[in-house]
Antibody
Framework: EVQLLESGGGLIQPGGSLRLSCAAS????????MSWVRQAPGKGLEWVSV????????YNADSVKGRFTISRDNSNNTLDLQMDSLRVEDTAVYYC?????????????WGQGTMVTVSS | DIQMTQSPSTLSASVGDRVTITCRAS??????LAWYQQKPGKAPKLLIF???SLESGVPSRFSGSGSGAEFTLTISSLQPDDFATYYC?????????FGQGTKVEI
């Protein structure tokens, strides 16, 4: 089955760190750009980070710049998001998503999401 | 960064209605726009890409139009399964911004 499966979410105190992972199955991520998108409770979608197919170009939203790092391991077919200096406002469901052939393409596959709660 | 603004924020409609949602970009983005449907507790689902191309498996009652800075998503005859929240997203520049969403309710 072709799917993305996120893991690593949980409850973390403000200032802490968390690492999310996304495992792809049924296809090879090495041909595609990938992204993390988040959704705070009751709110809309917010793109967080994007990485190109080779992993040598990354882009981050201003809200997470300097705190979050996106990376990928094409040999293991996985995508990661290292989140440092977490804030209460980072509380959200985090989705990994596959972008089409290029960086500038629609998000054509999404995982089911993993919840991150930042609270003391 | 490019900002995306959807209207309306909420739309009340009935089964069989023709529904139109508008998305405006703060600057011209060509046709680099997608539409997604999201139901409560579920991941978003791609409906339309490149402003007017229907994603495989999406019913033909969904259509997209527009280019430049103004875009529309139309549902020609609303079905019970279509009650959901819809988001537009631009992918023309290095900020893959989403609109704030339009909730289609009964």
């Amino acid at each position: 089955e072709v799917q993305l499966l996120e893991s690593g979410g949980g409850l973390i105190q403000p200032g802490g760190s968390l690492r999310l992972s996304c495992a792809a199955s049924g296809f090879t991520i090495s041909s595609y750009a990938m992204s993390w998108v988040r959704q705070a409770p009751g709110k809309g979608l917010e793109w967080v980070s994007v990485i190109n197919d080779r992993g040598d170009k990354t882009y981050n939203a201003d809200s997470v710049k300097g705190r979050f790092t996106i990376s990928r391991d094409n040999s293991n077919n996985t995508l990661d998001l290292q989140m440092d200096s977490l804030r209460v406002e980072d509380t959200a469901v985090y989705y990994c998503a596959k972008i089409g052939i290029t960086l500038f393409d629609a998000y054509d596959m999404w995982g089911q999401g993993t919840m991150v709660t930042v609270s003391s | 960064d490019i900002q995306m603004t959807q209207s309306p924020s909420t739309l009340s409609a009935s089964v069989g209605d023709r529904v139109t949602i508008t998305c405006r970009a703060s600057q011209r983005i060509g046709s680099w726009l997608a539409w997604y449907q999201q139901k409560p507790g579920k991941a978003p689902k791609l409906l339309i890409f490149d402003a007017s191309s229907l994603e495989s498996g999406v019913p033909s009652r969904f259509s997209g139009s527009g280019s430049g800075a103004e875009f529309t998503l139309t549902i020609s005859s609303l079905q019970p399964d279509d009650f959901a929240t819809y988001y537009c997203q631009q992918y023309n520049s290095f900020s893959w911004a989403f609109g704030q969403g339009t909730k289609v309710e009964i």
